[in-house]
């Protein structure tokens, strides 16, 4: 079993490469996994960064909570390019977001294929987590994910940022964004959200795919 920990911060557009290299170097010369992380995706949508990290172990279990044992040298690397997000920070842990969902397939231990992770990202309005995932739970417990090829899903807040984080299997992500979304049961969920959940960026926003927060580096331990 995986668990994750999603942080939300602002980056400088186009500076991916300069904060990738930074976590490439460190992941290299130090090992994460002795502090119990086994993997990270750093992910961008438009100003946001989203940093995913993977532990075999639950940290609120082990009270192991460190991302990388030079995490100071790493904050103050990135600090020109990756701020925080919400008004009130104060400390690292402010830029943690909140897991309100989750769900996982009963058939997902059994599944074929790689988790294929996707993460959506969205504007939420503050407080309106506990109907948002009514929603996705009255959702899951029919047919739907199965017939688009989710195996789990994890939401998440942070201020007014909604982080939507899916695996799903291999046939899916063959098939593209475009499968079962005109089913009447995925139209309903997304009129259900409507008014709790809004693109990012309504101005730019064309279609699903602009809500997908683009992977810009991974890292998964080896031992």
Not at 109 to 134: C, D, F, H, M, T
Not at 153 to 178: F, K, N, Q
Request: hydrophobic fraction near 35%.
């Amino acid at each position: 079993m995986v668990y994750r920990n999603v942080i939300v911060c602002r980056i400088v557009p186009g500076s991916e490469q300069k904060v990738a290299d930074v976590f490439g170097h460190y992941d290299k010369v130090t090992r994460p996994q002795d502090v119990g992380v086994t993997g990270r995706i750093l992910l961008s949508l438009q100003d946001l960064y989203i940093h995913v990290v993977e532990r075999a172990q639950d940290p609120a279990v082990t009270g192991n909570n460190r991302g990388l044992p030079a995490f100071k040298e790493i904050a103050e690397a990135i600090a020109p390019y990756v701020t925080p997000y919400p008004r009130d920070w104060e400390n690292p842990s402010h830029s943690v977001a909140k897991e309100f969902y989750s769900w996982v397939s009963p058939q997902r231990s059994s599944a074929g294929g790689g988790a294929n992770p996707l993460l959506i990202v969205q504007r939420i309005k503050p407080g309106s987590e506990p109907e948002v995932a009514r929603i996705f739970r009255e959702s899951d417990e029919g047919p739907l994910p199965t017939q688009m090829g989710v195996g789990g899903r994890w939401l998440y807040s942070i201020d007014d940022v909604y982080v939507h984080l899916m695996e799903r299997s291999d046939a899916a992500v063959a098939e593209g964004l475009g499968g079962n979304h005109h089913a009447p049961a995925f139209t309903k969920i997304i009129e259900d959200l409507a008014p709790y959940v809004a693109p990012y960026d309504p101005a730019s926003w064309r279609g699903p795919q602009d809500s997908v927060a683009k992977p810009f580096y991974s890292w998964q331990a080896s031992d």
